[in-house]
């Protein structure tokens, strides 16, 4: 069993940043791809970024490729998402995800994976 635990969200203005944290229980990070989706009102969710166990193979959905970087520490068993140069699209419940992988170096998770496990999510609002 793996717990997802996210923090760092808040509100911020247009242009602004923000650091989201996911924290996991359990001794077996290193064996999950890690990942972040959003789902902003009336939407659904949607994939955001993924980063392999290794942090060698990373993804991104097209929006948000150049202003958000995702990255991981398997020593802290915490993945991170840095957003920079924030829209108000940016607005939604972040939500921190991991997937089980026998394979160190793949990124495994994309728009139609359903992860091992959630968090219980973050809000973002950017104002404009």
């Known amino acids: 069993q793996v717990q997802l635990v996210e923090s760092g969200g808040g509100l911020v203005q247009a242009g602004g940043s923000l650091r989201l944290s996911c924290a996991a229980s359990?001794?077996?990070?290193?064996?999950?791809?890690m990942g972040w989706f959003r789902q902003a009102p009336g939407k659904e969710r949607e994939f955001v970024a993924a980063i392999s166990r290794s942090g060698g193979s990373i993804s991104y959905t097209n929006s948000v490729k150049g202003r958000f970087t995702i990255s991981r520490d398997n020593a802290k068993n915490t993945v991170y998402l840095q957003m920079n140069s924030l829209k108000p699209e940016d607005t939604a419940v972040y939500y921190c995800?991991?997937?089980?992988?026998?394979?160190?170096?793949?990124?495994?998770?994309?728009?139609?994976?359903?992860?091992?496990?959630w968090g219980q999510g973050t809000q973002v609002t950017v104002s404009s």
């Open positions: 359990g001794r077996t990070f290193s064996m999950y791809v």
């Open positions: 995800a991991a997937d089980y992988s026998p394979y160190p170096s793949t990124q495994t998770m994309g728009p139609r994976t359903q992860p091992d496990y």
